[in-house]
């Protein structure tokens, strides 16, 4: 069993900057590939990033390429998610996901993918 903890979100203006972090209670973090997911209401919620368990593979949804950066501490056990550039159409609640994954350097994007959710942040970007 995997516990996520997500904690970053908040109110900012266009053009700012957040950062979220999401804190997993598993033994062996570094078997996990993690990934950011965010939703809107009525809409499905979207993947943003992931990361695979080893070799720091990453991956964006284009809409935040150049602008979002996904990284993770095996030591502390956390995926963080660097958003710069903040736009008003990037408001959502922001998901943090895992998956015990068997293969080191595979990027998880589709939520079928993931086992374990957080509770959700909510990020509002005001124009």
């Known amino acids: 069993q995997v516990q996520l903890v997500e904690s970053g979100g908040g109110l900012v203006q266009a053009g700012g900057s957040l950062r979220l972090s999401c804190a997993a209670s598993i033994r062996s973090f570094s078997a996990i590939a993690m990934g950011w997911f965010r939703q809107v209401p009525g809409e499905d919620r979207e993947f943003v990033a992931g990361i695979s368990r080893s070799y720091g593979a990453t991956s964006y949804t284009d809409s935040v390429k150049d602008r979002f950066t996904i990284s993770r501490d095996n030591a502390e056990k956390t995926v963080y998610l660097q958003m710069n550039s903040l736009k008003p159409e990037d408001t959502a609640v922001y998901y943090c996901?895992?998956?015990?994954?068997?293969?080191?350097?595979?990027?998880?994007?589709?939520?079928?993918?993931?086992?374990?959710w957080g509770q959700g942040t909510q990020v509002t970007v005001s124009s």
């Open positions: 996901a895992a998956t015990i994954s068997t293969y080191p350097g595979r990027i998880y994007t589709r939520g079928t993918e993931y086992n374990y």
